[in-house]
């Protein structure tokens, strides 16, 4: 009888415990503290060992200071349930939080006695007075901890915490360390913490983990630890040098190790990384099976060629290409990397020659680098009738954009413009897109239909010749009527931008600043005038000459009040007068 009496109240009591909690939760997170405690409260009436109540207390009593009365509460809870962990462990925080050390002493003993083998009460005691900022005393317990339960590693990373938040950097590699002897899988955290370390502290760290402050031989996972740290701290051949002894044997750790490294290195996008990158891919492809290492070994070729290291991408490619077990599209990548590497070289011929006997290549393939080694053989040499040859019969829209360079480098201006229009605005990278506008912009002002000083000077500025080629487009525009109709603005404003490149130097700023002037006096309403004007203004403020630009730029939005820059002219002057942030 006495059973279902109890059985019938529990019942009742924790539906009604349950819409409390739900109430008290509700006026907590509405700010209304006071309210919520008397709803926690409430509940523990009913059920004195209710955890979610005496949670909700920790919570809203400290805002209103009146923590203290969290004290007795907490002491029926545990006195009705003695055994339950989350009851002690508010028990112990409160203790702690009231400033009673004694007293907190005991409660976590007393748990520790119960739980000999447990972590749970030191780790509660220190995290609790972490929260107080008694750090040298959570310190204190945590090494106490681990010495009554006789691991090493217990509690390092609480340990490495603590050091981390009191500066000692060194401390806190050295807990990571033995951390990770018994929880390999915190390497990503161990990485994380300690890689924010400031600069004076990350050598010292860097000894800790492998040099003369470490152990006589450092554990594999330490000097990995130590390795990604340096890489992340843009040492990237020093950070190599370290890995590269963990995974000198084949298993499926080196294995997970090695694309892990390869992946971080890959993120960090300096060339030094790049080249590790290609060193782990390569050591994976060692490896791994296939089709597995062929791919890493393809991959580790491209590393290599976008750290500009050649001599290692070629050996790697030349081994896949090869390799007569590796799948056909492994076969056909490392041949298309073999090929753009030599064209990135300057290996031109030696690339021409391999484009023309392979036959691996696919199609596509055979086609986008013929169209890279005819641009390679423009922008190298200025062989615009080599680019014609290795185009060949290409149709595609990116072939008729590459043909209307060649053709205008050949001063056919009409011909140009008609592979430009056929290309269409899609043709290559954005980039491409808007070079070919700028060029079909620029062929619409000139009259001609052919113009070999024109296409001369272009070929100028496809080689990289700033001043050979400001001088010959400046030729060029003397051959030209004089009138704003003639062209000749046009090309003396492509001239004067070519000039006035950031980082030229003040000879070439001069000249800019001279054929800006030109064009402005002589372009009338034409396009080039204003845009001229704009590129005038631009080059001043760079020259610290804002109050000139302002000028400038305040003429151009009055003068040319139709001109499609306007807006952009507008922009400038906020810039210039330091309304807006440059960007």
Known sequence: MRRSLEVALVVLVSPLSAQAIG??????????????????????????????????????????????????????ATAASPANVTLRGILLRTYVALNEPDSA?????????????????????????????RHADARAVLLSGRQAIGRPGAFGIELAELDRLTGDWRGAAREWA?????????????????????????????RVLIGEDAAAESALLTRRLAAELLLGWGQAARAWTV??????????????????????????????????????LARYGEMAPEPEAARAWADAARAFVEAGDRTAAREVLERVARDSSAPPD????????????????????????????????SPEDRAGLSRRLARARIAGGGDVDGAEVALANDSSIEGLAVAGWIALYRGRLKRAQELFQAAGPYAGDRRDA????????????????????????????????????????????DRLDTSPEGGRPDILLVAGRIAGRPGGGLEQ????????????????????????????????????????????????????????????ARRELERAKGAIPKS
């Open 23 to 76: 109430q008290g939760f509700e006026l907590e997170r509405a700010g209304h503290y006071d309210q919520a405690a008397s709803a926690y409260f409430a509940t523990l009436r009913a059920e004195p060992a209710n955890v979610s109540a005496l949670l909700g207390l920790e919570r809203v009593l400290p805002p209103l200071n009146r923590l203290s009365e969290l004290l007795p509460a907490a002491r029926r």
């Open 105 to 133: 002493r005991a409660v976590a003993l007393r748990w520790a006695t119960t739980s000999p083998r447990d972590e749970g009460p030191y780790r509660e005691w220190a995290i609790a007075l972490e929260d107080v900022h």
């Open 178 to 206: 033995a951390t990770l002897s018994d929880a390999p899988a915190q390497l990503t955290n161990a990485v994380s913490e300690l890689a924010e370390a400031p600069e004076a502290e990350r050598e010292r760290i860097a």
């Open 243 to 280: 890995f590269a002894p963990t995974v000198a044997n084949p298993s499926s750790d080196a294995l997970f190790a090695l694309k892990r490294f390869a992946d971080m290195a890959g993120a960090r996008g300096t060339p030094d990384a790049r080249r590790v990158r290609g060193l782990a």
């Open 330 to 361: 492994v076969q056909q990548l490392a041949q298309s990397a073999v090929v753009e590497a030599l064209i990135d070289g300057g290996q031109l011929e030696e690339a021409a020659r391999q484009l023309a006997s392979d036959r691996r290549l």
């Open 434 to 477: 808007t070079e070919r506008s700028e060029a079909l912009a620029l062929l619409q002002q000139v009259p001609r239909d052919s113009f070999p000083e024109l296409g001369s000077a272009l070929l100028l500025v496809a080689r990289g010749d700033s001043t050979g080629a400001v001088a010959a487009l400046s030729r060029a525009a």
């Open 509 to 568: 700023q001069r000249t800019a600043l001279a054929l800006f002037d030109e064009v402005v006096r002589t372009g009338g309403q034409g396009a080039a005038a204003p845009a001229a004007e704009l590129e005038w203004a631009r080059l001043l403020v760079r020259q610290g000459q804002s109050a000139d630009a302002i000028q400038h730029l305040e003429h151009l939005i009055l003068s040319y009040p139709g001109s499609a820059i306007v807006p952009e």
